[in-house]
Protein backbone atom coordinates (compact mmCIF):
# COMPACT_ATOMS: atom_id res chain seq x y z
CA UNK A 1 0.00 0.00 0.00
CA UNK A 2 1.47 3.42 -0.97
CA UNK A 3 1.54 6.14 1.50
CA UNK A 4 -0.10 9.39 0.46
CA UNK A 5 1.02 12.10 2.21
CA UNK A 6 -1.28 14.47 0.08
CA UNK A 7 -4.54 12.88 2.56
CA UNK A 8 -2.39 12.16 6.04
CA UNK A 9 -3.50 15.60 7.63
CA UNK A 10 -7.11 14.54 7.20
CA UNK A 11 -6.46 11.25 8.36
CA UNK A 12 -4.48 11.93 11.46
CA UNK A 13 -6.76 14.34 12.01
CA UNK A 14 -9.74 12.41 12.06
CA UNK A 15 -7.85 9.62 14.37
CA UNK A 16 -7.00 12.60 16.43
CA UNK A 17 -10.87 13.25 17.08
CA UNK A 18 -11.56 9.78 17.48
CA UNK A 19 -8.78 9.21 20.19
CA UNK A 20 -10.36 12.38 21.73
CA UNK A 21 -13.83 11.29 21.98
CA UNK A 22 -12.42 7.92 23.20
CA UNK A 23 -10.44 9.80 26.10
CA UNK A 24 -13.83 11.75 27.28
CA UNK A 25 -15.55 8.71 27.33
CA UNK A 26 -13.09 6.85 29.57
CA UNK A 27 -13.03 9.61 31.73
CA UNK A 28 -16.61 9.63 32.13
CA UNK A 29 -16.65 5.73 32.19
CA UNK A 30 -14.34 6.18 35.32
CA UNK A 31 -16.21 8.97 36.95
CA UNK A 32 -19.54 7.35 36.90
CA UNK A 33 -17.82 5.01 39.04
CA UNK A 34 -17.91 6.63 41.75
CA UNK A 35 -20.44 8.44 44.10
CA UNK A 36 -18.35 11.08 45.61
CA UNK A 37 -17.91 14.27 43.58
CA UNK A 38 -14.58 14.71 44.83
CA UNK A 39 -13.51 11.06 43.50
CA UNK A 40 -15.33 12.12 40.05
CA UNK A 41 -13.43 14.96 39.42
CA UNK A 42 -10.08 13.78 38.80
CA UNK A 43 -11.68 11.49 36.00
CA UNK A 44 -13.94 14.69 34.31
CA UNK A 45 -10.96 17.43 34.13
CA UNK A 46 -8.30 15.10 33.06
CA UNK A 47 -10.42 13.15 30.37
CA UNK A 48 -12.35 16.49 29.44
CA UNK A 49 -9.76 18.27 28.46
CA UNK A 50 -7.23 16.06 27.28
CA UNK A 51 -10.47 14.93 25.05
CA UNK A 52 -11.29 18.33 24.28
CA UNK A 53 -7.42 19.19 23.41
CA UNK A 54 -7.22 15.50 21.16
CA UNK A 55 -10.36 16.83 19.19
CA UNK A 56 -9.67 20.24 18.86
CA UNK A 57 -5.81 19.46 17.26
CA UNK A 58 -7.58 16.81 15.33
CA UNK A 59 -10.60 19.06 13.40
CA UNK A 60 -7.68 21.52 13.19
CA UNK A 61 -5.57 19.29 10.94
CA UNK A 62 -8.73 18.36 8.81
CA UNK A 63 -8.83 22.07 8.72
CA UNK A 64 -5.64 22.62 7.30
CA UNK A 65 -5.63 19.40 5.15
CA UNK A 66 -8.95 21.00 3.43
CA UNK A 67 -7.46 23.98 2.76
CA UNK A 68 -4.47 22.32 1.04
CA UNK A 69 -6.27 20.77 -0.95
CA UNK A 70 -8.65 23.58 -1.65
CA UNK A 71 -5.43 25.54 -2.54
CA UNK A 72 -3.57 22.67 -5.08
CA UNK A 73 -7.33 22.84 -7.01
CA UNK A 74 -7.14 25.93 -7.15
CA UNK A 75 -3.83 26.38 -8.58
CA UNK A 76 -4.73 23.33 -11.06
CA UNK A 77 -7.71 25.32 -12.14
CA UNK A 78 -5.57 28.83 -12.89
CA UNK A 79 -2.90 26.74 -14.95
CA UNK A 80 -5.42 25.40 -17.05
CA UNK A 81 -7.26 28.94 -17.62
CA UNK A 82 -3.81 30.24 -18.11
CA UNK A 83 -3.40 27.50 -21.06
CA UNK A 84 -6.44 28.06 -22.31
CA UNK A 85 -6.23 31.91 -22.80
CA UNK A 86 -2.71 31.37 -24.61
CA UNK A 87 -4.04 28.90 -27.00
CA UNK A 88 -7.36 31.27 -27.75
CA UNK A 89 -5.12 34.70 -27.93
CA UNK A 90 -1.80 33.05 -29.40
CA UNK A 91 0.24 35.44 -26.51
CA UNK A 92 1.70 34.14 -23.47
CA UNK A 93 -0.11 34.89 -20.51
CA UNK A 94 1.26 37.34 -18.06
CA UNK A 95 1.18 37.26 -14.41
CA UNK A 96 0.55 40.88 -13.89
CA UNK A 97 3.09 41.43 -12.20
CA UNK A 98 5.67 43.13 -15.09
CA UNK A 99 5.66 43.25 -18.54
CA UNK A 100 7.66 40.79 -20.08
CA UNK A 101 7.30 41.35 -23.35
CA UNK A 102 8.43 44.98 -24.66
CA UNK A 103 6.67 44.32 -28.00
CA UNK A 104 3.10 44.32 -26.27
CA UNK A 105 0.77 47.33 -27.23
CA UNK A 106 -2.17 48.36 -26.11
CA UNK A 107 -4.75 48.30 -28.40
CA UNK A 108 -7.26 51.33 -28.60
CA UNK A 109 -10.57 52.51 -30.50
CA UNK A 110 -8.59 53.34 -34.04
CA UNK A 111 -4.72 52.87 -32.47
CA UNK A 112 -2.04 51.04 -30.66
CA UNK A 113 -0.32 52.56 -27.54
CA UNK A 114 2.28 51.79 -25.31
CA UNK A 115 1.60 50.25 -22.18
CA UNK A 116 3.17 53.04 -20.24
CA UNK A 117 1.50 55.97 -22.98
CA UNK A 118 -0.77 58.72 -20.77
CA UNK A 119 -3.55 58.33 -23.28
CA UNK A 120 -4.47 54.75 -21.99
CA UNK A 121 -3.81 55.42 -18.52
CA UNK A 122 -6.19 53.07 -16.38
CA UNK A 123 -8.51 51.87 -19.12
CA UNK A 124 -8.80 48.26 -19.17
CA UNK A 125 -7.36 47.65 -23.14
CA UNK A 126 -6.38 44.31 -24.97
CA UNK A 127 -2.65 43.60 -25.58
CA UNK A 128 -1.21 42.30 -29.03
CA UNK A 129 1.75 42.39 -30.54
CA UNK A 130 2.46 45.75 -32.92
CA UNK A 131 2.07 42.87 -35.93
CA UNK A 132 -1.48 41.61 -35.07
CA UNK A 133 -2.14 45.67 -34.06
CA UNK A 134 -1.09 46.58 -37.54
CA UNK A 135 -3.08 43.64 -39.24
CA UNK A 136 -5.86 45.16 -37.91
CA UNK A 137 -5.98 48.44 -39.35
CA UNK A 138 -4.68 50.07 -36.47
CA UNK A 139 -2.72 53.59 -36.44
CA UNK A 140 0.15 54.13 -34.46
CA UNK A 141 -0.38 56.56 -31.40
CA UNK A 142 1.41 60.07 -32.02
CA UNK A 143 2.16 60.62 -29.00
CA UNK A 144 4.17 57.16 -27.26
CA UNK A 145 5.19 56.28 -31.04
CA UNK A 146 5.10 52.17 -30.23
CA UNK A 147 6.38 51.54 -33.33
CA UNK A 148 10.11 52.81 -32.38
CA UNK A 149 9.88 56.21 -34.20
CA UNK A 150 10.01 59.73 -32.12
CA UNK A 151 6.88 60.79 -30.46
CA UNK A 152 5.63 64.22 -30.83
CA UNK A 153 7.01 65.29 -27.20
CA UNK A 154 10.46 64.24 -28.71
CA UNK A 155 9.84 66.04 -31.59
CA UNK A 156 8.91 68.97 -30.15
CA UNK A 157 11.69 69.46 -27.72
CA UNK A 158 15.01 69.53 -29.84
CA UNK A 159 18.38 67.79 -28.64
CA UNK A 160 21.91 69.04 -28.15
CA UNK A 161 23.06 67.90 -31.63
CA UNK A 162 19.88 69.87 -33.40
CA UNK A 163 22.43 72.83 -33.15
CA UNK A 164 20.44 75.41 -30.88
CA UNK A 165 21.11 76.55 -28.36
CA UNK A 166 17.57 76.57 -26.45
CA UNK A 167 17.42 80.59 -26.81
Not at 25 to 47: C, E, H, V
Not at 58 to 69: E, F, H, K
Amino acid sequence: MKLRWNTLGGKLGLFFCVAGLAVMWAGWNGAASYNDIRKQFPYLISGGLVGLALVVIGVGLMIIQSQRADRVQLEANLSELRHILERMTGLPASNGAAETDTALVVAGPGAYHRPTCKLVAGRDLRKMTIEQAEAANLEPCRTCAPGGGRSAADAASPGPASGTRGR
